[in-house]
């Protein structure tokens, strides 16, 4: 069993920014991938950001170059950096924890951009 506890959603302008942060009851290295995923009202989810054990990180085209992932591995953390936000980019945010075997989920954090 893993928990994972997301954490710094909120309300926040366009053009603002946000750090999300993800805990988790399992060591990073022994994760195969920590991944942030969101999912806006009516649409299915989809990844955001994803950083393996070893390092590799992808990103979705549509936050390119406005967020990043990042981990604290001492603490077992994985953050989510978000920049130029955009009204777009309103949705929850699930931290997500891949093991070979399954996936566990954290309960999400809401994060809304709006004037």
């Known amino acids: 069993q893993v928990q994972v506890v997301e954490s710094g959603g909120g309300l926040v ?4 920014s946000l750090r999300l942060s993800c805990a988790t009851s ?3 290295f022994s994760i195969y991938s920590m ?10 989810r989809e990844l ?7 390092g590799s990180i992808n990103y979705a085209d549509s936050v390119k170059g406005r967020f990043t992932i990042s981990r604290d ?9 978000m920049n130029s ?3 777009e980019d309103t949705a929850v945010y699930y931290c997500n924890a891949q093991l070979v075997s399954r996936a566990y989920w ?8 709006s004037s």
């Open 106 to 113: 954290g309960q999400g954090t809401q994060v809304t951009v």
């Open 73 to 81: 591995v001492a603490k077992n953390l994985v953050f989510l950096q």
């Open 35 to 44: 991944g942030w995923y969101r999912q806006a009202p009516g649409k299915e």
């Open 48 to 54: 955001v950001a994803v950083i393996t054990s070893g």
């Open 13 to 16: 302008q366009p053009g603002g």
């Open 26 to 28: 399992r060591n990073i």
């Open 85 to 87: 936000l955009k009204p």
